[in-house]
């Protein structure tokens, strides 16, 4: 199979993206692993795909596949990619685009600046919805906890970790840190995305807030490690902040890779996220 794919990124999240509305496309995990593999394949930290809606009231479908293969539910900036690439390859010429993932509905603007503005939806914050098991007795599984002590136990230590949950689709960890730069983050986010009160995974982030309207942010994500940004972490960053009472609603977020801004109304309100998209270079590959 020859496979037409643009490569592209939104702040150093870097995809490949494939049209499977004018391309036959028939991809295996194995397959994906290959493309998303730096050094034999293409090298992305998520393949995003383009099919046609399965609904007359929407534009598109987007599916997203980590470099392990696992297929995920969300990525904001693979969401601004994306409204980029369907414009550039002219399979829409709308500037608002409307586009079904596995967690939902969203809604994508491309504004005249060139940015793309992405309504990422309401963040679900019970833990049912996240989903986090807690083992903590006061922690209502059908009430968004916020705020809570997460235990780790391993053969050489026991560690705790104050943490805060949100879902954009996809399950996040938020833990507030005195500095980002410095900090050797993997051993930490591995420790609890193994933690078996998250039973499927989660997103860990860590984020330095320097002010009420900016945070530094960087995130480790499931099957994919550590990102210079990540959209959906961005998102829930914010939201963990604003219900600990340490941020406002507008707040910039500066990533690894570059900075988004997010922009929250409170519960029951979608969190809107406004970045750039850039494509790097079109190519063909047999597979």
Not at 87 to 93: E, G, H, K, S, V
Not at 199 to 223: A, D, I, K, T
Request: charged share 20%; aromatic share 6%.
């Amino acid at each position: 199979m020859r496979l037409r794919f643009t490569k592209m990124h939104g702040c150093g999240n870097d995809f490949i993206m494939i049209d499977s509305v004018t391309q036959t496309v028939n991809l295996s995990a194995e397959k994906i692993r290959f493309l998303a593999d730096r050094h034999f394949g293409v090298g992305c930290d998520q393949v995003l795909i383009v099919e046609p809606p399965s609904s007359p009231d929407v534009d598109f479908r987007y599916r997203i596949f980590n470099q392990d293969g696992s297929e995920v539910e969300n990525c904001g900036n693979g969401a601004r990619c994306f409204a980029k690439f369907v414009r550039d390859r002219r399979l829409t010429a709308k500037q608002t685009i409307s586009v079904e993932t596995n967690s939902g509905l969203m809604t994508l603007n491309v504004l005249k600046d060139g940015n793309i503005s992405v309504d990422m939806g309401v963040p679900r914050l019970a833990a049912a919805d996240i989903p986090f098991i807690s083992q903590q007795p006061n922690i209502d599984p059908a009430m968004p906890p916020y705020q809570y002590t997460l235990m780790v136990d391993d053969e050489s230590s026991h560690e705790s970790y104050d943490i805060s949950t949100a879902s954009m689709g996809n399950p996040h960890a938020v833990l507030i840190v005195d500095e980002t730069a410095s900090m050797d983050i993997e051993p930490i986010a591995k420790k609890i995305q193994q933690s078996p009160e998250f039973p499927e995974g989660v997103n860990v982030g860590f984020m330095q807030v320097l002010s009420r309207q900016e945070v530094n942010l960087r995130v480790y994500e499931r099957g994919a490690g550590e990102t210079l940004a990540c959209g959906t972490g961005a998102c829930a960053a914010v939201v963990c902040g604003q219900l600990r009472g340490l941020l406002d609603q507008h707040v910039t977020v500066n990533l690894t890779g570059g900075t988004v801004t997010i922009d929250w109304g409170g519960l029951n309100s979608p969190v809107i996220k406004t970045g750039p998209a850039t494509t790097v270079f079109h190519g063909q590959i047999k597979i």
